[in-house]
């Protein structure tokens, strides 16, 4: 009997949505060799992440075995799923395959960061496969909210896998392929081991609805406005901002495409062929010359990033551009979890300004990219898997995918991060738990999230920061008083006199009591002045802040 097995195991994307990371690996146990199928990033807040850059799953593991590591498949060209392709290229070193329109993105990634671009091999649709060691992977078109986003169709001597990617069921997807039915059961007919599946939309009811719905709608609210209309959408949704660039050219407006992404995302879609069509577009210098009641802009920003020029435009002028009174701003989005704060404040800044703003809550003005709940049923009855695999979801996500898949009759399991499964046999086994993490990009440099830099981060931005210097002669006498220096504190504490002279008044006696044994040890004093000027501070402010200690001595 074989000892080989079948391995999948979620690095990133598995109880969170982003930083999606799927390794499966086929061979002996400790030998196998792997594919990686996407590498994508997510993205910081203030509240538990600040001054990071970017997040992306903790690729230790593999990067350990990556002598075994065959080849990067990329299914489509969302951030959180190849948005890390550069940043771990070194890490990793295998080849990245991807389509037309998701190579180019990738490749303009590597170039950006120095790397190799022919490292990015473009792939053809099924029915073409490539071979990566013991995997025969195809590319299998689906229709979502970017161009040419595919399954993948995962060959191995334990059998055929299929990984959904992030999926609709969209027969009119306006841009890239419909979702086929019909090449989906061909490819399930020899028998499908395992259906790896996007969960994201498990708990919405109700079918999905086609990108081609928003089209009309957008028009009239476009042909309606009487001033200057502004919208923002995902970059990354070519089909969307072609449909609000068509409402505008079609109620007689001069169309102008506003951030580096917007610009990116329309050139990559051009120079891949996908788009052919695009309306013309003005320049933001040319705008200034069109009257306001003639200017359609299409921005960057639906999801409140501050240096978008959505943000941008809410709190002033953008190149030049300034939205007034009258004007219309429309959100052709939704706003994805933990983003509604900077959303709604652009939203009250622009109505601060006179400006209508429109978002989504009618349902008119966009439609989901991912599956329902409904939908998600027709394809496991479409691909009649063995087993259902829940992914791209939080854990609340997977956890009812697999009820539902259960409740089909097939086998469901939820498998989290770090958890190895073992798909060999009819059934799946976990066989292993793998530490997982996240890490930061904190400027050009990559930490752990476990290496406390954004938590002392955390720390000072909740509790203020003191930093005590002491000075001692040659002899271990204090050289003068010790002085501090406050940042992110008030000045006064409740004894109503200034709070650095009454830290320096505290320190000063704990100095002046301290024994020849703590003047002489470094540790012992830092650490008896920290916890005096914690005490005062608590005392003085109700808070404990941290607290740097410089000690420095004569010799």
Same mark, same amino acid.
């Given at each position: 009997?074989?000892?080989?097995? &079948?391995?999948?195991?979620?690095?990133?994307?598995?109880?969170?949505?982003?930083?999606?990371?799927?390794?499966?690996?086929?061979?002996?146990?400790?030998?196998?060799?792997?594919?990686?199928?996407?590498?994508?990033?997510?993205?910081?807040?203030?509240?538990?992440?600040?001054?990071?850059?970017?997040?992306?799953?903790?690729?230790?593991?593999?990067?350990?075995?990556?002598?075994?590591?065959?080849?990067?498949?990329?299914?489509?060209?969302?951030?959180?799923?190849?948005?890390?392709?550069?940043?771990?290229?070194?890490?990793?070193?295998?080849?990245?395959?991807?389509?037309?329109?998701?190579?180019?993105?990738?490749?303009?990634?590597?170039?950006?960061?120095?790397?190799?671009?022919?490292?990015?091999?473009?792939?053809?649709?099924?029915?073409?496969?490539?071979?990566?060691?013991?995997?025969? *992977?195809?590319?299998?078109?689906?229709?979502?909210?970017?161009?040419?986003?595919?399954?993948?169709?995962?060959?191995?001597?334990?059998?055929?896998?299929?990984?959904?990617?992030?999926?609709?069921?969209?027969?009119?997807?306006?841009?890239?392929?419909?979702?086929?039915?019909?090449?989906?059961?061909?490819?399930?007919?020899?028998?499908?081991?395992?259906?790896?599946?996007?969960?994201?939309?498990?708990?919405?009811?109700?079918?999905?609805?086609?990108?081609?719905?928003?089209?009309?709608?957008?028009?009239?609210?476009?042909?309606?406005?009487?001033?200057?209309?502004?919208?923002?959408?995902?970059?990354?949704?070519?089909?969307?901002?072609?449909?609000?660039?068509?409402?505008?050219?079609?109620?007689?407006?001069?169309?102008?495409?506003?951030?580096?992404?917007?610009?990116?995302?329309?050139?990559?879609?051009?120079?891949?062929?996908?788009?052919?069509?695009?309306?013309?577009?003005?320049?933001?210098?040319?705008?200034?010359?069109?009257?306001?009641?003639?200017?359609?802009?299409?921005?960057?920003?639906?999801?409140?990033?501050?240096?978008?020029?959505?943000?941008?435009?809410?709190?002033?002028?953008?190149?030049?551009? =300034?939205?007034?009174?009258?004007?219309?701003?429309?959100?052709?989005?939704?706003?994805?979890?933990?983003?509604?704060?900077?959303?709604?404040?652009?939203?009250?800044?622009?109505?601060?300004?006179?400006?209508?703003?429109?978002?989504?809550?009618?349902?008119?003005?966009?439609?989901?990219?991912?599956?329902?709940?409904?939908?998600? =049923?027709?394809?496991?009855?479409?691909?009649?898997?063995?087993?259902?695999?829940?992914?791209?979801?939080?854990?609340?996500? /997977?956890?009812?995918?697999?009820?539902?898949?259960?409740?089909?009759?097939?086998?469901?399991?939820?498998?989290?991060?770090?958890?190895?499964?073992?798909?060999?046999?009819?059934?799946?086994?976990?066989?292993?738990?793998?530490?997982?993490?996240?890490?930061?990009?904190?400027?050009?440099?990559? *930490?752990?999230?476990?290496?406390?830099?954004?938590?002392?981060?955390?720390?000072?931005?909740?509790?203020?920061?003191?930093?005590?210097?002491?000075?001692?002669?040659?002899?271990?006498?204090?050289?003068?008083?010790?002085?501090?220096?406050?940042?992110? &504190?008030?000045?006064?504490?409740?004894?109503?006199?200034?709070?650095?002279?009454?830290?320096?008044?505290?320190?000063?006696?704990? /100095?002046?009591?301290?024994?020849?044994?703590?003047?002489?040890?470094?540790?012992?004093?830092?650490?008896?002045?920290?916890?005096?000027?914690?005490?005062?501070?608590?005392?003085?402010?109700?808070?404990?802040? =941290?607290?740097?200690?410089?000690?420095?001595?004569?010799?």
């Amino acid at each position: 009997m074989s000892s080989e097995r &079948l391995i999948y195991l979620p690095l990133g994307g598995a109880g969170e949505i982003g930083m999606n990371a799927y390794v499966y690996g086929y061979g002996e146990p400790g030998k196998e060799r792997f594919i990686l199928v996407d590498l994508g990033v997510a993205f910081p807040d203030m509240d538990t992440s600040p001054g990071v850059d970017l997040i992306f799953a903790d690729i230790s593991w593999l990067k350990e075995r990556a002598d075994r590591l065959e080849a990067v498949f990329v299914t489509h060209a969302h951030e959180d799923h190849v948005g890390a392709v550069a940043h771990c290229y070194e890490a990793l070193g295998a080849p990245i395959y991807a389509r037309a329109f998701t190579a180019n993105i990738a490749r303009r990634k590597m170039e950006e960061h120095g790397h190799p671009t022919e490292a990015v091999q473009t792939a053809s649709p099924w029915p073409e496969q490539i071979k990566a060691g013991p995997f025969t *992977i195809g590319f299998l078109p689906v229709s979502h909210s970017i161009p040419e986003s595919a399954g993948l169709v995962i060959d191995s001597p334990a059998g055929r896998v299929v990984h959904t990617g992030d999926f609709k069921l969209d027969a009119n997807p306006i841009v890239g392929e419909p979702f086929d039915p019909d090449l989906w059961a061909d490819v399930a007919k020899s028998g499908v081991k395992a259906l790896v599946c996007d969960s994201t939309n498990v708990f919405s009811s109700h079918p999905g609805r086609s990108e081609s719905e928003v089209g009309p709608e957008i028009t009239r609210l476009v042909q309606d406005a009487s001033g200057m209309v502004i919208a923002t959408t995902f970059a990354s949704n070519v089909a969307r901002v072609k449909t609000l660039a068509e409402a505008g050219q079609r109620a007689g407006r001069s169309v102008v495409l506003l951030g580096r992404a917007m610009r990116r995302m329309i050139e990559a879609a051009t120079e891949t062929g996908i788009l052919s069509d695009f309306p013309k577009v003005i320049s933001a210098e040319e705008a200034l010359d069109v009257p306001r009641q003639n200017l359609m802009l299409i921005v960057t920003g639906s999801q409140g990033e501050r240096r978008a020029a959505s943000a941008q435009l809410a709190r002033g002028k953008y190149r030049g551009l =300034e939205a007034k009174e009258g004007d219309l701003f429309l959100f052709s989005s939704k706003t994805i979890p933990g983003n509604e704060r900077g959303v709604i404040r652009i939203m009250n800044q622009l109505s601060e300004k006179g400006v209508d703003v429109v978002d989504d809550s009618s349902g008119l003005y966009h439609v989901s990219g991912h599956a329902n709940r409904p939908d998600l =049923e027709k394809v496991h009855g479409l691909v009649d898997p063995q087993m259902v695999i829940p992914m791209h979801g939080e854990h609340r996500h /997977l956890r009812e995918h697999a009820k539902l898949a259960e409740a089909g009759g097939r086998t469901g399991i939820l498998a989290v991060n770090g958890t190895m499964l073992d798909l060999t046999g009819n059934a799946p086994k976990v066989t292993d738990y793998i530490e997982t993490g996240r890490t930061y990009l904190d400027g050009s440099v990559k *930490i752990g999230a476990l290496d406390g830099v954004v938590r002392d981060r955390i720390r000072m931005a909740l509790n203020g920061h003191i930093t005590i210097t002491v000075i001692l002669d040659e002899e271990d006498e204090p050289l003068g008083e010790p002085w501090c220096d406050t940042m992110g &504190l008030p000045e006064m504490g409740s004894s109503r006199a200034g709070l650095i002279e009454v830290l320096e008044e505290d320190l000063n006696q704990f /100095l002046m009591r301290a024994g020849a044994k703590t003047l002489r040890d470094d540790d012992k004093l830092e650490e008896g002045l920290r916890r005096i000027a914690r005490q005062t501070a608590q005392a003085e402010i109700g808070k404990k802040p =941290e607290v740097t200690v410089v000690v420095s001595r004569m010799r």
